[in-house]
């Protein structure tokens, strides 16, 4: 196999109101940072982190958002109601993640650059945000022990894996799907050294049955300041299993698939994707590394080109899932989530593995979350695993 | 008050399958019962525990439900992918759960009585359900020992809370309302008392927004032979509260909710409702009980009485929460889903207490469990818990 890997420049740069941006280039001559270099970016944003005045000219001091700790279940909930300099808004029907137009004088977009090939940047409205000058302590709500409270610091990022609004992750080249790659290593590692950060998170949501409005191919990057309830829970299992056993968790489960075998959808040189034994939604897979790796920028330069290219056959089989009566095949709304290592716990136990699933039972009919699930976090699945991976298995054919 | 109090006739019978159901009469002259007294089924349908004959003639015995472990989660997952006997199913369009139409032969529906005033029986298509001759073991799937497999015992009950189509749950008296409260507490009891089910879950969709096609007034009863992952959370926190306190963590939330006060929705004299200080839902209210009462049983007769009318109450106000441009109320989306002590743990740390929510984050737009919820277990809240208070505290103005 020829190698897909790039070249790839990345060039950071500031949006107007303070935001970092960063172009990740793979192709000669690099557009975004050189043939049709435009790093300024021209809109009249107010620095996001100048005092906010009021009507009457009043000056208040930004605050970052808040989360509370649920003493029911132990969790922190960030609560996005902080306030916040939100003069400028983009108009309603534009594509902020398009590249701006040549000549355009400002509010285009995001992106002041007249074609990118992959670019992050931080979300205007973030729900985890670290605020200079706001410090990161826990108080009780209202003076109420019971209640803690805390800013909830962190970073909340935005990547585009085209400049093609119509295209799609499973659409771009095995080079491009490189750089996405690189992209998430590169931001794993930068924001994992932020202060108070204790997870990262890259994952890509698609479909407007999960709510996504904008279809400009992207996805998310989360820097929580705690663990998520999953990884704590996997955390939990992993050490139990290693107490029992000596052995990491995942790893064995990996070896339970390859031996089981039923349930693999796909192998490569250095990845497995299999449905999961237990599978709670209408369609999910997991990719693993087969040596044990805790995150994204552990993995080598070849297990990197191997994920880029299996990650896109994956993806391509997805979208084929389902097809109508007509034998249309229907673009698989999906949640792709990288589970990662945490930053300072875990290293060992936890492993890295990418677990993509779907809501979608048949065309037009989605899973809803009702009683069982959203109240008690009890799933009921409507198919089994092996059903899941047998029509994976017979697309791949 | 006048004590909306019934005199409440409990009827147990049996469906053509050998289904349970159970009318609860309230009024005279106990229509179910007695005036249009019609107990047989006269469905041809086949007993739901005989087996299952091929179309070739060969027989094989019904197996139930099965759920399998996740070891990444410690979470049993039940699988709804089970052999039964399916040969009847009511025309697409018929409302399985309006009374039977006065002379009709069968296929009415569910309930063969030609009215009824709030009526339970087993769900035809139970995705937890005990099998006769099925032993209740563990055994690792496939012979695999990091992947546990088990029956899925328990049971799924419907209750209807009406005759009337065209009614919700926030229309019935208070009379009636009674006698709901009454069968979730005679429910409650028997379900509590079958081999191998841990917990009795008492609860309502309500809405198309999370998937509920049927529109006639409905809940639904689990009984699970497991804890289920919140109320398993639930009970870690209670314990550790307890240990670090001496006293009960659900009690201690009442009262830090009664000493703020901010976030009270209403008060009777048995009973508080309020909007958790961590609410991570666009729309979220608990209703509690002021004494400590593990669960619906245990409640005294002024208590039900008192929950009966506060309920109401409640459900109405939700009911006006949104309104359109045009002024009009929107009927909430909701679950109401009753926290109840499990049956055999937990009992003095796990307080009885109602969670009602809403995914609506105004008129048309929902909140969608994208990657970090779906995924990762992370809420984030797109509101205040204030902000939902204070909403409800107008709407009782």
Chains 1, 2 share one sequence.
Not at 55 to 60: I, M, Y
Not at 170 to 189: F, H, L, N, Y
């Amino acid at each position: 196999m020829t190698s897909p890997v790039p070249r790839v420049r990345r060039t950071s740069t500031t949006l107007a109101d303070g935001r970092e941006l960063l172009y990740f280039d793979d192709t000669e001559p690099y557009v975004s940072g050189v043939a049709t270099r435009r790093l300024d970016d021209p809109r009249p944003l107010p620095d996001r982190f100048a005092p906010v005045v009021d009507p009457d000219g009043a000056s208040h001091p930004i605050t970052g958002p808040e989360m509370r700790y649920d003493v029911l279940t132990g969790e922190w909930v960030p609560m996005a109601a902080h306030r916040m300099n939100r003069t400028f808004l983009p108009p309603a029907d534009a594509n902020p993640l398009a590249p701006a137009k040549p000549g355009a004088a400002y509010s285009d977009g995001e992106i002041p650059a007249e074609d990118y090939d992959v670019v992050v940047f931080e979300n205007r409205f973030p729900s985890l945000m670290t605020v200079p000058g706001v410090a990161d302590e826990v108080s009780g709500l209202n003076g109420e022990e019971l209640y803690p409270v805390r800013p909830a610091v962190g970073r909340c990022e935005v990547i585009c894996f085209s400049s093609d609004s119509t295209a799609s992750l499973a659409s771009v080249s095995p080079g491009r799907m490189r750089t996405v790659i690189e992209a998430w290593a590169d931001r794993t590692t930068a924001l994992s050294a932020l202060d108070g950060v204790e997870q990262v998170f890259c994952f890509e949501n698609r479909g407007k049955e999960i709510g996504v409005t904008l279809h400009h191919p992207h996805g998310q990057i989360y820097a929580y300041p705690y663990l998520t309830p999953r990884t704590a829970t996997m955390l939990r299992q992993a050490r139990a299993h290693r107490e029992r056993t000596g052995r990491n968790l995942l790893r064995d489960v990996l070896d339970a698939e390859l031996r089981a075998g039923v349930r693999i959808v796909l192998e490569s040189t250095h990845w497995v994707a299999y449905v999961p034994a237990a599978a709670r939604w209408p369609v999910e897979v997991h990719l693993a590394p087969r040596r044990d790796v805790p995150d994204l920028p552990a993995l080598t330069d070849d297990e990197r080109d191997d994920l880029a290219t299996t990650y896109l056959a994956l993806l391509q089989r997805l979208d084929t899932f389902f097809v109508t009566a007509d034998g249309d095949p229907v673009p698989l709304p999906y949640i792709a989530a990288w589970h990662q290592a945490p930053v300072r716990e875990g290293r060992d136990d936890l492993r890295l593995h990418l677990q993509l699933f779907s809501v979608l039972r048949a065309p037009g009919r989605l899973k809803y979350l009702a009683g069982s699930e959203s109240a008690m976090g009890a799933w009921i699945s409507d198919t089994t695993p092996e059903r899941i991976a047998a029509r994976l298995q017979e697309l791949g054919r």
